[in-house]
Every structure is written in C-alpha cells, then in structure tokens.
Nanobody, 118 residues
Framework: VQLVESGGGLVQAGGSLRLSCAAS????????IGWFRQAPGKEREGVSC????????YYADSVKGRFTISSDNAKNTVYLQMNSLKPEDTAVYYC????????????WGKGTLVTVSS
C-alpha cells in the first residue's frame, strides 16, 4: 500500500490549502482514509477521516467548520480542504488508510508540511 500526500506549504493565517492523499496498492473493497497531524513537540492527533463505504466523516473539534474532507473513489484520492487556517494548525500532516477510521491505522504516508504564519 502506498499513500502519497501533497499540497502542503506556507500560508498566512486566514488562508487556505488543499491537501491530497493518493492511495494505491490495496485491495480493500471498503476502506477509510484519515488525516492526522503532528506539530513539533506534540503528540500526533487525528484531524479527519472518511469512509469509502458510506461517505461518513469525522472531524476533530479543533477543525470543525474550517476543514472539509472529501474523496474521489475513482481516483482513490482523498482531499482535505483547510480554510481559515491558524498558526496552531502548523504541523506535518499525514494520511493513513485502514478498513475503518481509527486512531491507529495500518498504512501511512510520509507526510506533508503545513506552515501557517501569523
């Protein structure tokens, strides 16, 4: 299984970024892809997750109303639209894949850095 994140970068507070996670090499009929982030000196936290079977989504309280997760099942790609970014959103963002959304998913990408300047 390969997961490749893209779309990170430097943005000013209040700005937007869209992250992409392209998944390949798996044979699950139903799967979930989650976004996680880890800021320097902090533990990794779950940000959002989407299930391919029914499109159900999960958001951490800290990003509700600002981030939107979506998927293109034909392309096996999941997107994370991040609006109204705050300096505290600065982190390395990882996508992960498993059969269902959980804090401990089996397959992980290498991450993409998001830096929000104040």
């Amino acid at each position: 299984v390969q997961l490749v994140e893209s779309g990170g970068g430097l943005v000013q507070a209040g700005g937007s970024l869209r992250l992409s996670c392209a998944a390949s090499g798996f044979t699950f009929d139903d799967y979930a892809i989650g976004w996680f982030r880890q800021a320097p000196g902090k533990e990794r936290e779950g940000v959002s997750c989407i299930s391919s079977s029914d499109g159900s989504t999960y958001y951490a309280d800290s990003v509700k109303g600002r981030f939107t997760i979506s998927s293109d099942n034909a392309k096996n790609t999941v997107y994370l639209q991040m609006n109204s970014l705050k300096p505290e959103d600065t982190a390395v963002y990882y996508c992960a894949l498993d059969g269902y959304c959980s804090p401990r998913m089996d397959y992980w990408g290498k991450g993409t850095l998001v830096t929000v300047s104040s």
